[in-house]
């Protein structure tokens, strides 16, 4: 394994009675770096994750985690890995304080009463450790669950969909932490369906039906996906939404008051264009360039 890599699977497949999960899965995480994990619900990212951390076996494939065998070494690599599943998983009945030393007993933290104060102090949690866990609402909850996953300091934090179901100022200030802690050296993998937090990482992967179908930077993928993109805004999109999917070339998504029109085919797609000017005035068209999800969208039609 490449001393600079966190992460190195290669291969890895699972199924779960006969019906495949992941397929031929490989990934390489670099150490200090945020590495997110994109694709709809259902795609592989969860079972993914509890390969590489050592929660399930994979059927096939090899690789390491921290430099141990994922399949041989799983205790070695739960030791050394914070892991934040999609659910709240922590005590509701017991205070942010009482789960937070309770965690820290589970790992052997040496003075866990005083590491347990350096976190709550860390993520704003101070004033609340006397509060329920079960009282607090999803962007607190989230951060208790972070200070949970970095209560024994682990080179590594698995973060699955962490921000689903909370607010746009608390993901955001979750991120900003995120990149904290990998400014500080940690690696980060998080997985995510939203687009804005694919672009806030450093390198990702695109995984749907259980393979991964793109990977790399944002600009890298983008490249990669080779379309071309025109904008087109004006009043009553949808005609001229309903016009462009009856040539049957070009891929159409609505954003906001525009529509963007795609397609790997860029003669193809030119003519479209140019015969949707012809035929319907009004319009407002102008190539740009092509999106991430842009991209991703081609990817999964």
Not at 60 to 89: N, P, W
Not at 174 to 197: K, R
């Amino acid at each position: 394994m490449d001393e600079n890599f966190a992460i190195e699977v290669n291969n890895l497949c699972k199924s779960f009675d006969g019906v495949p999960a992941v397929i031929d899965t490989s990934l390489a995480v670099k150490k200090g770096e945020i590495f997110g994990f994109l694709g709809p619900n259902g795609s592989g990212k969860t079972t993914t994750i509890r390969m590489l951390c050592g929660l399930l076996t994979p059927d096939s494939g090899t690789g390491k985690c921290l430099g141990f065998d994922i399949v041989k070494s799983s205790q070695a690599i739960k030791a050394r890995v914070g892991y934040m599943t999609q659910r709240f998983s922590l005590y509701e009945e017991l205070s942010i304080r009482e789960n937070l030393e309770f965690i820290g007993r589970l790992y052997g933290v040496i003075n866990v009463r005083q590491r347990v104060t350096e976190a709550l102090q860390s993520l704003g949690l101070l004033d609340r450790a006397k509060q329920l866990a079960g009282t607090l609402s999803g962007g607190w909850k989230q951060r208790l669950a972070l200070a949970a996953a970095l209560l024994h300091n682990p080179d590594l934090l698995l973060l699955d969909e962490p921000t689903a179901g909370v607010d746009p100022q608390a993901r955001r200030e979750f991120w900003n932490e995120l990149h904290e802690l990998a400014n500080q050296g940690m690696t980060i993998l998080v997985s995510t369906h939203y687009m804005d937090e694919a672009e806030r990482c450093h390198r990702l992967a695109y995984i749907l039906y259980g393979r991964i179908l793109m990977q790399g930077t944002s600009d890298e993928i983008i490249k990669e996906g080779g379309l071309t993109t025109w904008s087109v805004s004006g009043e009553n999109l949808m005609q001229i939404a309903e016009r462009l999917k009856q040539l049957g070339t070009v891929q159409v998504t609505a954003f906001g008051n525009t529509l963007h029109v795609s397609s790997r085919d860029s003669k193809a797609l030119h003519q479209a264009v140019a015969l949707c000017r012809t035929d319907v005035d009004g319009y407002h068209w102008a190539q740009i360039a092509p999106s991430l999800e842009d991209v991703f969208i081609s990817l999964a039609k």
